[in-house]
């Protein structure tokens, strides 16, 4: 018989359900049970050994195209790094790097020549590697790398050097312990002595015996906040030489005699259309954050159904925590959010797939798809911080026990907000893209020229979707208009609030930047709207999730769960509402007297979730063995 979280889960479960089901199945094997260790070589092995084991079940082959040897399932390999981070941060962040990056780079950057050498290898795991792009010194501003690929047109070579100290590869997952290969990313100069900007080279670092090839100087970074198991290192090189035919060279070539050639002529949009072919690493860490945190309120929610505390007057037994309503306001509306964001990467995930699979993609999809792959990046790695994090005060002493999952969650998900793009940087993006309306080249445009771009921002534009149009307009005919008489509850009313914040906000920065522009430097009038543009940027990112939600609730067939899913996206669109009051009320969005209906909104959803709480957590889908936690079971506690 199917329940209401069979079907809660197949609907949170998208597109790709069926490749959930087959990895929590294979999670459910006993070598994926969670392990709590701080000692890193124990981790890295026990993550080498699970690393194995996935690939021999075929866990790499859809990442990569049929010619290529793969099943060409760009959806489904997305979905199954996501499902891993129910088990292991480490394990997924090991994968991602091996067939996401590493891979990906391969595949996507690099032609015949490279894909007949490296791919098959890649996805057996003959082939271990890495992706060697941040450096000390430079992160988020990959176009400013100092690593350097000088041509030998004699040797018919590329010099590969760090010519600084801050240009060491730094923090690169894979390089202390198992890659034999990197991805290497440098300033490509020819013989001439012209600069081309960063392109992608295969770079071999260690021999069959794990020793540093001459040239290259690798480093363990050993203890970090979490992430025991991912080997990162550092990577120096001093004049190491790889052959001609080792640059990536899909989207520029160097001939024989030092000939540069590139399809692309604009060096940004070069180094951007490059760069956009790997969103899919972009996406995989969002989702995957997005596993951790519903994992996290998984266990803590289970323990508040157990959990009790206090007398209340004529009961005959303490109060479970989830019967205050203050534990319900702390930990529905979070999964409330967890919800909305799965929804959201859903269609992500979707859109990722069609691109990538599809012969000749549409650019500017293309550069929608890597802004919204930022802005969700963003809110569910920020998402999975502040989740795990609840979780863990919730579940009191108890929830710093390394036994019951969610300190190694917290330390494991930490870092996520930092790689695949810092997320105030990602978040910049977001706004950049809504500004300048897709416009080709604002990807590499400086904050001076973004400024004087954006300053002639008309402020209407056209309302991009991720939902079925359809839907949508069916959902704002039934809105009431007037705020002070609509209900708060009424979806219609709810979407529209979402978009008149997003239009109104990215209307009145752009006239600040009209205005500041004026009056100081680019620079200046940029730095001095940065909080305006977050913010903007932030609240069309809240306006696709919630509409992402209701398409969501469109597609449950059960009456019972869409039911249930329209409280839980109440919730949500209201504690978003309620997060961001202020504004609304600044603006007079809000009246004081509406503000606190959206109060006493919350607090009433969170009340008619309350016999829904197991109902909810079971919609997650998480396999019992990935949940597990000794305060869970009372009766294991030994006897004094």
């Not at 979490?226 to 160097?254: S, W």
């Not at 708060?488 to 978009?499: D, S």
């Not at 007297?593 to 957590?617: F, H, M, Q």
Request: glycine share 8%; charged share 25%; aromatic share 6%.
């Amino acid at each position: 018989m199917t329940t209401t979280a069979d079907h809660l889960r197949n609907a949170l479960d998208g597109r790709w359900r069926d490749a959930k089901n087959d990895v929590r199945e294979k999670l459910s094997s006993p070598i994926f049970k969670p392990h709590f260790t701080p000692n890193t070589d124990i981790a890295r092995s026990k993550v080498d050994e699970q690393l194995r084991i996935i690939a021999a079940h075929g866990a790499a082959e859809d990442g990569f195209k049929k010619g290529h040897g793969g099943n060409g399932d760009v959806g489904a390999t997305v979905t199954r790094i996501e499902m891993l981070a129910m088990s292991d941060l480490s394990l997924m962040v090991k994968a991602g790097v091996q067939w996401g990056l590493f891979g990906g780079a391969i595949e996507n950057l690099g032609t015949e020549r490279h894909h007949e050498a490296y791919v098959r290898r890649i996805i057996d795991l003959d082939l271990l590697g890495c992706f060697a792009m941040t450096e000390t010194g430079h992160g988020s501003d990959v176009q400013a790398l100092e690593t350097t690929a000088t041509y030998d047109p004699a040797a018919e070579e590329f010099v590969i050097d760090s010519p600084t100290v801050t240009s060491r590869k730094d923090y690169i997952g894979g390089a202390a312990r198992t890659a034999r290969v990197a991805a290497v990313f440098a300033q490509l100069i020819t013989s001439d002595g012209e600069h081309h900007g960063v392109h992608c080279l295969v770079v071999p670092i260690r021999d069959d015996q794990g020793n540093d090839l001459p040239g290259v100087t690798i480093s363990d970074c050993r203890y970090k906040g979490g992430l025991p198991g991912v080997d990162n290192g550092r990577i120096q090189f001093n004049h190491v030489r790889v052959p001609r035919e080792n640059l990536l060279n899909k989207y520029a070539d160097v001939a024989p005699d030092g000939t540069y050639t590139s399809p692309i002529e604009n060096v940004d949009r070069r180094f951007f259309t490059m760069l956009g072919t790997l969103v899919r690493g972009r996406v995989t860490v969002g989702g995957s954050a997005g596993a951790a945190a519903r994992v996290g309120l998984d266990i803590a929610t289970r323990y508040a159904l157990q959990r009790r505390q206090f007398e209340a007057p004529g009961a005959e037994q303490e109060v479970l925590i989830m019967d205050y309503l203050v534990h319900q306001r702390r930990l529905f509306p979070l999964i409330a959010k967890s919800y909305a964001l799965q929804f959201a990467q859903n269609e992500l995930v979707g859109t990722c797939h069609e691109l990538q699979t599809a012969d000749d993609p549409d650019a500017e999809e293309q550069r929608e798809l890597e802004s919204r792959a930022a802005g969700l990046k963003a809110a569910n790695t920020w998402h999975a911080t502040r989740a795990i994090q609840e979780a863990r005060e919730a579940c009191g002493g108890a929830g710093y026990m390394a036994e019951n999952r969610l300190i190694a969650l917290k330390a494991d998900t930490d870092v996520f907000t930092t790689f695949e793009g810092d997320n105030h940087v990602l978040t910049q993006l977001v706004a950049k893209s809504l500004l300048t309306a897709y416009a080709d080249d604002i990807k590499g445009m400086s904050p001076v020229e973004w400024v004087r771009f954006a300053a002639n921002f008309a402020g209407k534009r056209v309302m991009k979707r991720t939902a079925a149009q359809t839907v949508m307009q069916t959902i704002l005919d039934t809105r009431q208009d007037n705020e002070e008489e609509g209900s708060l509850f009424n979806r219609g009313t709810q979407v529209k609030m979402f978009e008149d914040r997003e239009e109104y906000m990215l209307a009145s920065v752009a006239r600040r930047i009209q205005g500041k522009s004026k009056e100081m430097s680019a620079f200046e009038a940029f730095n001095a709207v940065q909080d305006h543009v977050l913010h903007a940027a932030n609240a069309h990112i809240d306006r696709i999730i919630l509409e992402a939600f209701v398409a969501g609730i469109e597609s449950c067939e059960d009456k019972e769960a869409r039911e249930i899913l329209g409280l839980v996206c109440d919730l949500y669109a209201l504690s978003v509402i309620e997060d961001d009051k202020a504004w609304f009320v600044e603006q007079r969005l809000l009246s004081t007297e509406r503000s606190k209906a959206v109060t006493r909104g919350i607090n009433d959803r969170c009340r008619r979730l309350r016999p829904y709480a197991e109902t909810l957590v079971d919609g997650f889908g998480i396999p019992e063995q990935l949940r597990y936690a000794e305060m869970l079971h009372p009766e294991n506690i030994p006897d004094a």
